[in-house]
């Protein structure tokens, strides 16, 4: 039989990525999701991790005397889409770039300028995409339309005045909520695989006020939805509808997969411009959810680049080539490459679209690919994804030898363990900046520009 686990009290005196507080029982390090300095909690303890242990709360003996009243009236009602909604703003960037620092701290990586956190130009509303789930809250209650509940793997609470969005989200959520109801559509159960409606999912434009609508259900029922398309037409939005879509998804998994599209109204894409660039975006396209924030993320590292017309650009895991696509006026020639070979039909079409003849975009695992090619880069842009860059590829980016690499991360765990890779390499972290995506929530991205030690 093992031990009985006793709750017992800390107090939270520091935060660790992403978004635990952290106390000290008998000289260990206890990390509790969501906890604050400040903080005295009766805890329990939930796993051991390497050099750690992690615990959940059970009471809240004390409380932090910073914190503030959250805005939306979701997050009291244990919403999952937001962490940090009773911290103030500057407190939230202030905790995020301490835990970066802690976490280059620790693998000891020094000797770099550091130059702060950079906020989201927009606190609310600023989200371009939002992927909606239909559920209810408890089993066999009223059909819902919203985010998952935090603590609960398949509650679903209602979001209808979620302030990560804008109005237009607020109004055409409610419309369809309303017409399933009245219809009374089924949710889909993901344990039994019966039921119809699965998510809406709203994309839009920041700069081009474009809206995309797609509801998403099974194969189940028959439905042409031409009285939703009907009735979200004439609601009165903002923003332009230039699509709405049905896409039937009959997968085991939550993920939203399709097996077939139907374009009910107008068009299967939408536009965004960025930095006078524009990008197609289609249902499946992985895109920033925060325009405004990608704009400031990309001039980062165009920045770090420099300017000067003769490099030649690799950028790896280049997605719909977004940020290849922004330094390529100033490079003689950009190469991506991307495992998902729709991102890849996508760049092609966006540089076609901006008139960039000096971009190429390969299809494939980026540690096969890698392989292939024959050029030599002057600079590396690495944005791979939250696992950070595999030991096979890491191989190959450290043989092109390029002079600078651009590494844009979103986990500053995997970060920080490819630097010290680099490092061993003979690369040198010469600057550091931190940018906020992503507003009420623990999630950060990290720019750093790596220089080659000899020249």
Known sequence: MGRKKKPFEIEITDTAF?????????????????????????????????????????????????KVQAPCPHFYQGCGGCTHQYLDYEKQLEFKKNQVLKLFEKKNITGFEFEGIEGSPEMFHYRNKMEFTFGDMEKGGEITLGLHARG????????DQCYLVEEDYRTILKETLEYVKEKGFPKYRVMSREGFMRNLIIRQGKNTRELMINVVTTSQLNEDFIELKERLLKLPLENKIKGI???????????????????LYGQDYITENLLGLNFKISPLSFFQTNSKGAEKLYSIVKEYIGESDDKVVFDLYCGTGTIGQIVAPKAKKVIGLELI?????????????????????????????????????????????????SSAAMKYVIDFDAKNIVYVSCNPESLVVNLKELEAAGYRVDKVRVKDMFPHTPHVETVVRLQRKHS
């Open 245 to 263: 879509l049905h896409t039937i998804n009959d997968s085991f998994s939550d993920a939203v997969k399709i097996d077939e599209l139907k374009v």
């Open 152 to 159: 609960m793997s398949f509650g679903i609470l209602t979001v």
């Open 18 to 66: 992403p978004g635990y507080g952290v106390g000290l029982k008998n000289e260990e390090e206890v990390y509790i999701k969501n906890a604050l300095p400040g903080q005295k909690l009766l805890v329990i303890e939930n796993r051991r991790k390497k050099g750690h242990m992690e615990a959940r709360i059970l009471e809240t003996l004390e409380d932090a005397n910073y």
């Open 341 to 389: 070979e729709e991102a890849v039909k996508a760049a092609e079409i966006n540089a076609e679209l901006n008139g960039l003849t000096n971009c190429k975009f390969i299809a494939g695992d980026v540690a096969e690919t890698i392989k292939t090619i024959k050029e030599k880069p002057d600079t590396i842009i690495l944005d791979p994804p939250r696992a950070g860059v």
